[in-house]
C-alpha cells in the first residue's frame, strides 16, 4: 500500500498549529529515523512529529527516479535538499523535507552486518522485526539490466566472492541490495512509513522550524520540557510534554540537526557555546564530535556499447574494507536551462555525478568553487552525446575511521554548521581507497563486462578520463603506482551522503539513546553512530526508529501497565 499525503490527516502546515500545545512525545526531525519512530510511538501515546521541510507528496521530483539529479541540483530556499559544503571542500547535501535523506537519496537497501548489531547492543531478533516492518513498505527487488548485470559478474569473475544473489542482509561478497525505487521507478520514503501511525494520535507539522530546547530542573539536573518552534512566516509556538515522568523529547534531526540543537540549546562544549552568548545546561564536549562521511571515489567508464539508467543495485563487499557499486545510464545526460540563463545553451546533468549536484571530481575538494563548478557545468553542454555513454564504478570505505568535529556557525538554527570530516586522516581508509580502485581495475578488464568497456584502453587513461571529466583541469600519471592512486583519491574524493556521529553513544548518549546529564532526552538517528552501518545507513536509521519506538513501548508499559494512553 503506497501512502499518498492527501491521505494523511494528521499532517499540516506549521502555521495552523496553536501558539502551545501539549504531548507525551516530541519528535524533531521527520527523517528517516522520525518517521518510524513517531508512527511507532503514536499507536499508544500522544507524539508530536515537527518537520522542518514539507512534504515529498507535493514535489514529483522527489517521487521519481529520473528526477534524482533535478532534487540534488535544486539549491533554492525551499528546496527538499540543502547544500552544504564541509571544510575539507566537499560539497554535499542535507534533507529539507517529510522523509528525511531517503527522499534525497539514490534508493540502496541494505541492512547493517550481524557483527554491527551486536557491537551496539541490538536484540537481534527484534532487529530483524524492525528491518522487516520497514521494509513491508519500502523496499524493492530491483531487475538488473546489462550493465548492472555485467558489474556483478566482473565483481564474481575478479574474487569477490561468494554470490550472494538478492539479499537485504550484509555478507561479504557479491550480491544484488534493495532499493526504495519500485519497478516503475516510483521513490519510497520513511515518510511512507507514516501509514502505520494511529491518525488520533500523532500531528506532524510542515515548515517547523525548531529554535531550540526547553528544560526544567529536577534538583540539579536538567529536564526537557519543551520546544520552541516558528512557523513559515515566523510566528512562534511553543510545545510542552504533558505530565508524567515517561514523557520525552527526541532529537531525530540527523547528523547535522541533532548535535546543532543541541548546541543551540545550551548541550555541548561549554566554551564553544559561551562564546555565542549560550547559556550551559550541560558541558559535554563531546557534542559534535566524531563526524564522519564516506569518501566515495569513482571512475568513469566509457562504453562502446549502451547502456541503461540505473543507480546502486549491486555491490561488491570485499574483506579488504571498501564496498564496490555502479551507477550508469546514458539517458542521464538530459538537458536544462542554462545556468545563465540567456537561453545560448543548455546544462546536462549526469545523474549522481553531475557538477550541478555538487559531484566534481574534476577538481581536488578545495578548489570546488562556484565558479568552477559553472565551468564545469559550461564544459559539459559542449560534450557530444556519444562521449558520455558509460557509467561509473564507484568504491567507498568501510566505517570510516577518520573523523572530524561539527560546531556552530552562529545561532541560526536553519543555517549550516561548521562541518569537517578529515578524509583520508587515517591511513588505513586510503589504503581501503587505493584497494577499492585497484578492484574497480580488475572489473573492467573482466571478461565479464568487456561488452562496456573499449579494448585496449589502459587504466592509466581512465583514471585520467574521471579525472578530466568533464574538463580537463588536472591528470593522474604514474599508472597504477600507488602513491598515484593515494593522490587520486584524495583529489577526487566526494560524498556518497553516508555522514554520521556528532551524538555518538559513549559520548553524547547511552545505550538507550539518552542524552548525558539530561532527563526525558533522547537522541534517535544517524548522528549516534559510530561507523555507517553496513554499505548505506539509511535501511539500518529507518529500521532504529522503529527498533527504539518498539522499546520505549515495552519498556513504559512495565511501568505504567497496558492501558492505552489517549
Keep these: ?305 549502451p547502456v541503461e539508467v540505473s543507480l546502486i543495485q549491486v555491490v561488491g563487499i570485499t574483506r579488504f574494507g571498501s564496498y564496490i557499486e555502479g551507477a550508469s545510464g546514458s539517458d542521464w545526460t538530459t538537458r536544462t536551462a542554462s545556468s545563465s540563463g540567456d537561453g545560448a545553451g543548455q546544462a546536462r546533468v549526469f545523474g549522481m555525478f553531475s557538477p550541478q549536484t555538487g559531484q566534481l571530481p574534476t577538481v581536488p575538494p578545495k578548489q570546488r568553487t562556484p565558479e568552477a563548478i559553472a565551468r564545469a557545468v559550461e564544459a559539459m553542454s559542449r560534450v557530444p552525446d556519444a562521449a558520455l555513454r558509460g557509467g561509473f564504478i564507484l568504491e567507498k570505505v568501510l566505517g570510516p575511521q577518520s573523523t572530524g568535529s561539527l560546531a556552530l556557525r552562529n545561532l541560526d538554527p536553519d543555517d549550516n554548521p561548521i562541518v569537517q570530516f578529515n578524509y583520508f586522516a587515517h591511513p588505513d581508509d586510503l589504503r581501503r581507497c587505493v584497494a577499492g580502485i585497484e578492484a574497480i581495475e580488475r572489473v573492467i578488464r573482466s571478461r565479464s563486462f568487456s561488452r562496456f568497456a573499449y579494448p585496449n584502453f589502459a587504466f592509466p587513461a581512465m583514471l585520467n578520463v574521471t579525472a578530466e571529466f568533464p574538463v580537463n583541469l588536472m591528470r593522474v600519471r604514474g599508472g597504477s603506482d600507488p602513491a598515484a592512486l593515494e593522490r587520486f583519491c584524495r583529489d577526487t574524493v566526494m560524498t556518497i551522503w553516508h555522514y554520521h556521529g556528532g551524538c555518538q553513544v559513549g559520548r553524547v548518549v547511552d545505550r538507550d539513546y539518552r542524552v548525558i546529564g539530561i532527563d526525558a532526552l533522547r537522541v534517535i538517528d544517524g548522528s549516534t553512530f559510530n561507523a555507517s552501518p553496513g554499505t548505506n545507513p539509511q535501511a539500518t536509521v529507518m529500521m532504529l526508529g522503529r527498533y527504539m519506538g518498539v522499546k520505549i513501548e515495552k519498556e513504559r508499559m512495565l511501568i505504567e501497565g497496558p492501558a492505552r494512553r489517549l
Design 1 to 305: 500500500m503506497a501512502a499518498r499525503g492527501v491521505n494523511y490527516t494528521f499532517m499540516r502546515e506549521a502555521l495552523h498549529a496553536p501558539p502551545v500545545a501539549y504531548y507525551d512525545y516530541i519528535v524533531i526531525g521527520g527523517g528517516t529515523a522520525g518517521c518510524p519512530l513517531a508512527a511507532t510511538l503514536s499507536r499508544r501515546y500522544r507524539v508530536l512529529l515537527l518537520e522542518r521541510g514539507g512534504s515529498p507528496y507535493d514535489d514529483d521530483r522527489v517521487l521519481n527516479m529520473a528526477h534524482f539529479s533535478d532534487v540534488l541540483s535544486d539549491t533554492s530556499a525551499s528546496s527538499p535538499s540543502q547544500r552544504f559544503v564541509s571544510e575539507d571542500g566537499v560539497i554535499n547535501a542535507r534533507p529539507r523535507v517529510l522523509g528525511g535523506g531517503s527522499c534525497i537519496n539514490a534508493g540502496f537497501f541494505t541492512r547493517a552486518g550481524a557483527a554491527y548489531a551486536r557491537a551496539v547492543g541490538w536484540d537481534a531478533r527484534e532487529v530483524l522485526s524492525a528491518y522487516r516492518w520497514v521494509e513491508d513498505v519500502v523496499a524493492f527487488q530491483p531487475e538488473l539490466g546489462p550493465w548492472q548485470a555485467a558489474v556483478r559478474r566482473g565483481l564474481l569473475e575478479t574474487g569477490v566472492v561468494p554470490d550472494n544473489g538478492f539479499t537485504y542482509d550484509h555478507i561479504p561478497g557479491t550480491k544484488v541490495g534493495g532499493s526504495i525505487f519500485d519497478p516503475d521507478g516510483r521513490r519510497h520514503t520513511a515518510a511512507d512509513l507514516l501509514q502505520y501511525a494511529r491518525p488520533e494520535g500523532i500531528d506532524v507539522l510542515l515548515r517547523a522550524r525548531v529554535a531550540r530546547i526547553l528544560f526544567s530542573y529536577k534538583g540539579t539536573k536538567p529536564v526537557a520540557r519543551g520546544v520552541v518552534f516558528r512557523d513559515s512566516l515566523g510566528m512562534v509556538h511553543v510545545a510542552y510534554l504533558n505530565q508524567g515522568d515517561a514523557n520525552e523529547i527526541i532529537l531525530s534531526a540527523g547528523a547535522l540537526g541533532s548535535p546543532q540543537l543541541l548546541m543551540l540549546s545550551g548541550v555541548g562544549p561549554a566554551d564553544h557555546l559561551r562564546s555565542f552568548g549560550l547559556d550551559v545546561v550541560v558541558d559535554n564536549p563531546g557534542v559534535g564530535q566524531g563526524m564522519s562521511d564516506n569518501p566515495m571515489n569513482a571512475i568513469y567508464v566509457p562504453s562502446p556499447s
